[in-house]
């Protein structure tokens, strides 16, 4: 399979449409964070519901993307990269037409079918045309800047949100697809591997889809129903049961979706359960920044979406440099120190509390994100380097989708897991504030109630105004008390990535798997 240099015609083409590509999806994820406080006035969603717009996406994605990377590697990298782009077109326009939760869940599911197809296009087809010697600048170019983009999608889902047209984050993605889809049509060539006759997993998908469904759905449930009903636990026992029946699937198929065999390699293993760590914590970190800054904090939607600024600057100045420095000297040291740094950002966000908004953002919330953005900066392109660089090209889209398959369980799981905790975290913190307020038993119920809701609750109509100021502010306690858990347990979850990075991920003698 030839491949080209990264400064040819060829090879910028190929730069540029990956780039736009994954760019479209990853901005859809982070601008919708900064948005939710609209979308859920606008549809009056409550927080559960939230929970769900955000993992419908990431479910299907996290479900099917292993099988997205095979069908690549087997029908054409370049083809299948185009249909997903196509796919998630459709399901972004008709979000930005749905009216109601139940519409927007359906639609964002067809948008994680079409990101499944998507996004380990992007990594597979970098990997296997880019020359080895410039595969790490590369990959770092495109962790550049597609992150570049991604940070920027809570700049202008803010501004967007502020106007009133939260529906536009989905209808932007449109011509960003089109211009990708033109680009691919025309100044791409395909690429896959001749040699790949065996058939497609379907088993395997449909066995991790529903395990990953039944899981979700039982964590989701916990807040509503409790830990011990039939519906949490029962969707767990069978969610874990449908995950081992996959993992005996993948050891007995001829074909697999996801192959154990690359396991074997110790930096293939490591980077991935970095990988898993350090974005469950990242995503639940920044899920929760958001909707402090805006629902506690009095933050505009734009406010929020600015204040990652920092990360977006660090990440255009250092991400494209460390994917070079990863290529000379090894991807290890990168990969134990940025994981590190990212849990010490989350750690200090953990303890900023009740501010005074925007005015008092530099000595609050800034040196958190400065020190998270920091840590990311020297982790991404490292890492997806490591991650490819230790299978050979015909494995790479099945490499790619692994990986990427590994970021959204995470971010299912994180959702799941963490908004289950939060609502726990809040109903604890306002039964003690409750205590002290002169309310009976029925107001405390109904203000216990709106818990579920987050920094979204809203006081009872039936509480008495001279009440209200004094339930506000236990609200804005509770959520403060919910975030400082959350954020304490993403900085442990970035630790215990870097953890994973000195254990398993060596420099030298790594042993790509080639058959």
Aim: charge should be positive; aromatic fraction near 10%; charged fraction near 10%.
């Amino acid at each position: 399979m030839s491949t080209v240099a990264l400064r040819s015609t060829a090879g910028k083409w190929i730069m540029v449409s990956t780039i736009l590509a994954s760019a479209m999806a990853f901005i859809d994820a982070t601008a919708l964070n900064v948005v939710l406080p609209s979308l859920q006035q606008s549809l009056k969603a409550t927080g559960a519901d939230l929970f769900w717009i955000l993992n419908a996406y990431l479910l299907m994605l996290a479900s099917l993307i292993l099988i997205g990377g095979a069908m690549g590697d087997k029908l054409g990298r370049k083809k299948i990269f185009m249909a997903g782009i196509f796919i998630f077109i459709l399901g972004s326009a008709a979000c930005g037409i749905a009216d109601s939760v139940l519409l927007l869940v359906v639609f964002r599911i067809l948008q994680g079918i079409g990101g499944a197809l998507m996004i380990p296009g992007s990594l597979s087809l970098i990997s296997s045309s880019i020359n080895a010697k410039e595969r790490g600048k590369a990959i770092g170019t495109w962790s550049a800047f597609t992150t570049v983009v991604t940070m920027g999608g809570p700049i202008l889902g803010g501004a967007l949100a502020d106007a009133g047209l939260w529906r536009y984050i989905f209808f932007i993605n449109v011509p960003i697809g089109i211009a990708a889809l033109l680009m691919l049509a025309f100044k791409v060539k395909e690429i896959k591997d001749e040699d790949n006759k065996a058939g497609l997993d379907f088993l395997g998908a449909i066995t991790i889809a529903l395990g990953l469904a039944l899981i979700t759905f039982g964590f989701l449930r916990v807040p509503t129903v409790g830990l011990y009903n039939i519906q949490t636990y029962g969707s767990l026992v069978l969610g874990l049961l449908f995950l081992i029946v996959f993992i005996i699937i993948e050891i007995k198929s001829s074909n697999p979706m996801m192959p154990l065999k690359l396991f074997a390699n110790a930096t293939f293993s490591g980077a991935n359960l970095l990988t898993f760590f350090l974005y469950a914590g990242l995503g639940a970190g920044m899920l929760f920044l958001s909707l402090n800054l805006v629902q506690v904090q009095g933050y505009s939607q734009l406010q929020s979406g600015l204040t990652f600024l920092p990360f977006t600057v660090l990440m255009i100045t250092i991400a494209r440099f460390a994917g070079g420095l990863a290529d000379k000297h090894g991807p290890r040291l990168f990969l134990i120190g940025g994981p590190a740094i990212a849990g010490v950002g989350l750690l200090i966000l953990s303890f900023v509390k009740q501010t005074n908004g925007p005015a008092d953002y530099w000595t609050t919330f800034f040196p958190g994100v400065l020190v998270l953005g920091l840590g990311m900066s020297f982790t991404v392109a490292p890492l997806t380097a490591a991650v490819m660089g230790s299978v050979s090209d015909h494995f790479s889209g099945t490499a790619s989708g692994i990986n990427n398959a590994m970021t959204r369980i995470s971010g299912v799981f994180a959702n799941a897991i963490f908004g289950a905790l939060a609502v726990l975290f809040f109903s604890g913190a306002l039964q003690q504030q409750l205590k002290a307020m002169p309310l009976n038993a029925k107001d405390k119920q109904l203000i216990m109630q709106q818990a579920t809701n987050l920094g979204n609750a809203i006081v009872p109509i039936s509480i008495s105004t001279t009440n209200k100021t004094a339930i506000e502010k236990a609200y804005h306690a509770g959520f403060i008390n919910a975030y400082a858990g959350i954020m304490r347990i993403s900085a442990g979850l970035g630790f215990l990535g870097a953890f994973m990075a000195l254990i398993f991920i060596r420099d030298k003698a790594v042993k790509r798997l080639d058959s």
